[in-house]
């Protein structure tokens, strides 16, 4: 849903430069303006425009990256949402029965699935409680009678063959900015706000090439327990990462969920803007983000 990446790497190479440069000199990191546009041309420490105080001696030491429609490109799907998910529900449901006899057809059970997905979801609140997908095929489950005792869904789940949905993929730049990240020492990590958890998505990363590039930090809000923007799951990626707030960036496509969020723990927020990105002030709470078209 998002424009090619290339600014990004040239992004990268500024940013590092930047804090590189700076790090003798005191400054407030947190007043460092950094434009990503398709020609990156500048970044400018910008006195007294924010109000914010930060660590002088503080550098860029992490970037962290939201994963759909930021580092995954889900515009290119080729097939309908339902029609997929009718697809690998059923699939599920047969893998799993496959040992057991079952007290319920296939469509009960995506039936019994869906309401349970948006139960889970509405269930969230404002305390912003993560679904969890494998809590929910234990509902439905139990739900139509199944003797979930004989059915270790996780362990047999872990050796089910997922399939990609058709036409999804990474950002052709991607792969292009996360060497240039890696070669500047920044350390990068992965934040989603799914409700599957990491191990499940971690199977779309490694088709996509990506995984390995996040083998340090990979966080799926059905692991924490908490959605993007609660503060919990930004500070779990910057523990995993060893990095303060003041020393980190995180680049997200929606305002409220990852500028917002990443802005509350007293990080910088970069915007992915895209055709389908809702306006970067939706919560009056983003100011001072940057946006990019591009991450590479």
């Known amino acids: 849903m998002f424009a090619p990446l290339r600014p990004i790497a040239q992004a990268v190479t500024l940013y590092a430069t930047v804090f590189q440069k700076l790090q003798p000199v005191h400054y407030n990191p947190t007043l460092l303006e950094i434009r990503l546009h398709t020609e990156i041309s500048r970044a400018t420490v910008a006195d007294h425009e924010c109000g914010h105080e930060g660590d002088a001696n503080s550098m860029l030491k992490a970037i962290i990256f939201d994963m759909d429609d930021t580092l995954i490109d889900w515009s290119q799907r080729t097939q309908n949402w339902q029609e997929y998910e009718n697809n690998?529900?059923?699939?599920v449901f047969e893998y799993l029965m496959s040992k057991i006899e079952s007290p319920a057809t296939v469509d009960e059970f995506i039936v019994a699935v869906?309401?349970?997905?948006?139960?889970?979801?509405?269930?969230?609140?404002p305390e912003l409680h993560a679904p969890n997908f494998l809590a929910i095929l234990e509902q439905a489950f139990a739900s139509l009678g199944v003797n979930l005792k004989r059915l270790d869904i996780e362990t047999r789940l872990r050796n089910f063959d997922w399939e990609l949905s058709?036409?999804?993929?990474?950002?052709?730049?991607?792969?292009?900015?996360?060497?240039?990240?890696?070669?500047?020492?920044?350390?990068?990590g992965m934040i989603t706000n799914a409700h599957y958890p990491m191990w499940m998505r971690d199977r779309e990363l490694q088709a996509y090439g990506l995984l390995a590039h996040f083998a340090d930090c990979r966080l799926s809000s059905a692991d924490v327990g908490f959605l993007k923007?609660?503060?919990a799951i930004f500070k779990a990626a910057l523990d995993c990462l060893g990095a303060r707030p003041d020393e980190a960036i995180f680049i997200g496509d929606n305002?409220?969920?990852?500028?917002?969020?990443?802005?509350?723990?007293?990080?910088?927020?970069v915007l992915r803007v895209g055709p389908n990105a809702p306006p970067l002030d939706i919560t009056g709470e983003t100011h001072g983000a940057a946006t990019t078209h591009s991450i590479s």
């Open 166 to 188: 058709p036409g999804v993929g990474a950002y052709p730049d991607v792969e292009e900015l996360l060497p240039v990240l890696v070669s500047h020492n920044i350390k990068i």
């Open 229 to 231: 923007p609660h503060p």
């Open 255 to 269: 305002p409220e969920a990852d500028i917002a969020g990443a802005q509350a723990v007293g990080m910088r927020g």
């Open 88 to 91: 690998y529900l059923t699939r």
């Open 114 to 125: 869906r309401q349970h997905t948006e139960k889970a979801w509405l269930a969230s609140g």
